[in-house]
């Protein structure tokens, strides 16, 4: 596999962006023309967040185009299923189980429950694994590196043309020194979590 769309959606605060950049530094090392987005929406603390990473040959627009994507990436699990226009039948969407309402939800408003949500979900594709990456994260003793959970379950999952040492390295050049280990911890937490998939 030398394509991948990927589009990686949060909220903000939860890391999309350092995930993004860390996708597309890693593809660039291992030699794949890379064309990461922008990130859309409001990237404050809170609001919704999406951003596009396009790897190999054919990625001349840096957007996922909708029906396109070869993996979604729900840092929560509202904007996974918000971003789901862009699945087909066949796209892997990779879910963080913990509920974080976004700026844009009144508390007011009822929230779906998170089966629901994945029922939603199922409508559009037959392949989603769920995580609970914020509690891995939580019990490493940082929530913070929840995004770095889920980078490491999907490349467990097989869907990046990337190996995992090439990952493992950009982490170390991405983060500061005093957060490398608990990183690398985070990655290799999600990676075991997926690969035994209990």
Known sequence: MTESNIVLAGVGGQGVLLLAEILGESAMKAGY????SEIHGMAQRGGA???????????????VLEGTADAIVGL????ALR???FANKKTLVFINTTIVKSSGVSRSQSYPSLESMLNKIK???????????????????????????????????GKLPIKREVLH???KESVSARFVEINMKAFDAGYEKVSKGS
Do not use: Q, Y
């Open 49 to 63: 967040v999406v951003s596009d990473v396009r790897i190999g040959e054919k990625a001349m627009a840096p957007t």
């Open 123 to 157: 409508l559009f594709t037959t392949n989603t694994v769920t995580i609970d990456a914020t509690g891995i994260a939580i019990r490493l003793g940082n929530p913070n590196v929840l995004n770095i959970v889920m980078l490491g379950g999907l490349s467990a999952i």
């Open 169 to 171: 390295d950009t982490i």
């Open 33 to 36: 023309n890379v064309r990461v």
């Open 76 to 79: 929560e699990p509202m904007e």
């Open 83 to 85: 971003n789901i226009k």
